[in-house]
């Protein structure tokens, strides 16, 4: 029963650390694609704005 709980205490500290490397990653993504699409979305309204 012992050898069970501890074998769960050191899954749970490796998952902790895989679902924060997974965090990270999402975040990497999030910051790299906001660049572009923000530059566009500006030059969207900005082609918007002249045109009326």
């Known amino acids: 029963m012992l050898k069970a709980l501890a074998r769960i205490r050191r899954d749970h500290g490796a998952t902790m650390v895989e679902y924060g490397l997974m965090v990270a990653l999402i975040a ?9 699409l923000g530059r566009a979305i500006s030059t969207m309204f900005l082609n918007v704005t002249a045109s009326i």
Do not use: F, K, Q, S
Not at 28 to 36: F, N
């Open 28 to 36: 990497v993504i999030v910051v790299v694609a906001v660049g572009p």
